[in-house]
């Protein structure tokens, strides 16, 4: 039989004293179905690669597809192009020189007259007939004069003066990529590729590096100061041999030029310029470079001229990756000779520490910042702390 307080203990409530608040509702743990789509889409994204044969890394790019760098032709030194112009009293077809015959002393006594020298290098001087003065000096054609008109019983001993009235003039028009496009006028024996550009106020900002001169199809002989003035006068003709003509025309009506090339070899003296002659300066028209995928600002930006620019560069300019994960980019560049574009894949943790990585790029390529496992992963699990975090805050 039961004692007395066991009784008491059996009859007394029994009192909840759990003081604890009750429990919030706590998330479900993942269910298979979504483990096992994270594992599928890993594998797929992780194990996904490219067999198609457009497809290179940065170290299998074939050298036909690998962009070059960039020359800036604000940078060349242009001088380099200078040609040695001859003596500035050096008479050229088409001067205009002013001749004075005086047969005394007496000022009263000479004979003042302009004449020009005409395509054939000879000038008509009054009196005296035909003289061949092209190639000469002034002071040749002094002599030169004197000679004939002594030889041909006009003179017994004239004083004769010939000075330069006005130089002959080439029109050459320059177009493309300069400051002040059109026509220029340069003095006849300084015409070259380097006083034209000056001329059409040098080159803009867009220029690039190539040029083309279109001369006119006739060859004008060149001044030649070793020309002999007694056999100019007693009427024998020089052979317009290649010396004798002016440099760089009349071989070859149109040459195309590099100015990279010029001006590292000096080849300055091969650009002289025809009466006639156009300039076209290369101008640089670049398609914009994309950038798309995991980036802050994905969009079409402007190529820069004359400058380099790198993957990196390129994510930078798009404001950086939106991922902290983003690691693969692709590098779609189109083919010259075929309608499939090219794929590079880049590795941008590579890049930054690999130069070869950090692909050089061209005009026209599009930057992709690829989804991967990792980036949706991370996204992934971004996602939950945030819904996690978000509802806490709620219920307190």
């Not at 298979?32 to 940065?58: E, K, Q, R, W």
């Not at 001993?157 to 026509?183: D, E, F, S």
């Not at 574009?341 to 520490?353: D, G, L, N, R, Y």
Request: with cysteine; aromatic share 4%; hydrophobic share 40%.
């Amino acid at each position: 039989m039961p004692s007395q307080n066991e009784s008491l203990r059996y009859q007394l409530p029994q009192w909840n004293c759990d003081m604890r608040p009750p429990q919030t509702p706590r998330m479900k743990p993942p269910q298979p179905t979504v483990v096992m789509f994270c594992v599928l889409l890993f594998g797929a994204l992780g194990y996904s690669g490219c067999s198609s044969p457009n497809h290179y890394s940065t170290r299998t790019l074939p050298p036909q597809l690998v962009a070059k760098k960039a020359e800036n032709a604000q940078t060349l030194d242009l001088s380099k192009l200078a040609t040695q112009y001859p003596s500035n009293e050096l008479i050229g077809t088409g001067d205009v020189v002013e001749v004075t015959i005086a047969a005394g002393l007496g000022a009263t006594e000479a004979v003042i007259f302009p004449t020009r020298v005409g395509e054939d290098g000879t000038a008509n001087i009054p009196v005296v007939g035909p003289v061949e003065l092209a190639g000469m000096e002034l002071s040749d054609a002094e002599g030169a004069i004197a000679s004939v008109a002594v030889s041909r019983g006009l003179y017994r001993q004239p004083h004769v003066t010939v000075t330069m009235k006005r130089r002959r003039l080439n029109r050459i028009t320059v177009l493309g990529a300069v400051n002040k496009p059109g026509v220029v006028e340069l003095p006849r024996d300084a015409s070259d590729l380097l006083a034209a550009i000056v001329a059409a106020g040098n080159l803009s900002p867009t220029a690039g590096t190539h040029v083309e001169i279109r001369n006119p199809d006739k060859v004008t002989p060149s001044p030649s100061r070793n020309s002999d003035p007694i056999a100019r006068v007693s009427g024998q003709t020089e052979t317009n041999t290649p010396d004798a003509m002016t440099a760089g025309v009349g071989a070859k009506k149109t040459i195309q030029i590099d100015l990279v090339s010029a001006v590292k070899e000096g080849r300055g003296t091969e650009y002289r310029l025809q009466d006639g002659a156009v300039i076209n300066v290369e101008r640089h028209d670049y398609q914009p470079l994309q950038v798309i995928g995991l980036v802050t600002k994905p969009g079409k930006f402007d190529f820069p001229v004359g400058k380099d620019i790198h993957v990196l560069d390129a994510i930078a300019l798009a404001g950086g990756v939106s991922s902290k994960a983003a690691n693969k980019i692709y590098v779609i560049r189109q083919r010259p000779s075929n309608s499939d574009p090219a794929v590079v894949t880049v590795s941008m943790q590579k890049a930054k520490s690999n130069g070869q990585e950090n692909l050089l790029l061209q005009p026209g390529d599009v930057v992709s910042v690829e989804q991967t496992a990792a980036t949706v992963m991370l996204d992934t699990i971004t996602q939950v702390i945030r819904f996690t975090i978000g509802g806490s805050a709620a219920i307190f």
